[in-house]
């Protein structure tokens, strides 16, 4: 079983700048999710896409947008980076739909820092 | 609205004595609670749910904790810590009928030999 994987571990951009972070969900998984997680915080919910649709959004702008894809992996985009944008940024998997409810599997994120 | 307070930050404890590391949430709906730990540079691993069959959940290495609807609390606990343990600890929510999970500030654990 392959577990969820995320492309680049680590990764510095400047302020103004745009970033794509990508997600492959674990195996059998059709349901994606991002969190943002910065330094000495929890974790928090960005958007969730199910079906190549979003379907659930937390408080972040719209320069945060995503896009899921037929094999269900999964990018989350970033315009106008701004500095308080630096943290981990994690990718969780799950499948959904079967009328009970699955854990959410988790990738090592992606540390993002913008200066 | 869902909210998960985690009442301590840093908790220190000596191997081979108890855990104990304490959460309270409020949730608008029958919520599950997981809690997750997350090693340095790892994503994050759950440890246990609770989706409202036993109130009281045991998950992997030894750990468990008891939900208690009256306190709002869901507190984890080992009954002998290990050094492989030192890690930092989330509780979520997650509502009923929801996906999306709210996570607290996390607990960092640390583990004197």
């Known amino acids: 079983e392959t577990g969820v994987t995320q492309s680049p571990t680590h990764l510095i951009k400047t302020r103004g700048q745009q970033v794509t972070l990508r997600c492959s969900s674990q195996s059998g998984h059709n349901t994606v999710s991002w969190y943002q997680q910065a330094l000495g915080q929890g974790p928090q919910f960005i958007f969730q896409y199910y079906r190549e649709e979003e379907n659930g959004r937390g408080n972040f702008p719209p320069r945060f947008s995503g896009l899921q894809f037929p094999n269900y992996s999964s990018e989350l985009n970033v315009n106008a980076l701004e500095l308080d944008d630096s943290a981990l940024y994690l990718c969780?998997?799950?499948?959904?739909?079967?009328?009970?409810?699955?854990?959410?599997?988790f990738g090592n994120g992606t540390r993002l820092t913008v200066t | 609205a869902q909210s998960v307070t985690q009442l301590d930050s840093h908790v220190s404890v000596s191997e081979g004595t108890p855990v104990l590391l304490r959460c309270n949430y409020s949730?608008?709906?029958?919520?599950?609670l997981f809690w997750y730990v997350q090693h340095p540079n790892k994503g994050l691993q759950l440890l246990l749910k609770y989706t409202s069959a036993a109130t009281l959940v045991k998950g992997i290495n030894g750990f468990e904790a008891e939900f208690k609807k009256s306190e709002t609390s869901f507190h984890l606990t080992k009954p002998s810590a290990h050094m492989s343990d030192a890690a930092e600890y989330f509780c979520v929510v997650r509502p009923s009928g929801y996906s999306t999970l709210t996570f607290g500030k996390g607990t960092m654990l640390l583990v004197s030999p």
């Open positions: 949730s608008s709906y029958s919520p599950s």
């Open positions: 969780a998997s799950s499948a959904a739909g079967t009328g009970v409810y699955s854990p959410l599997h």
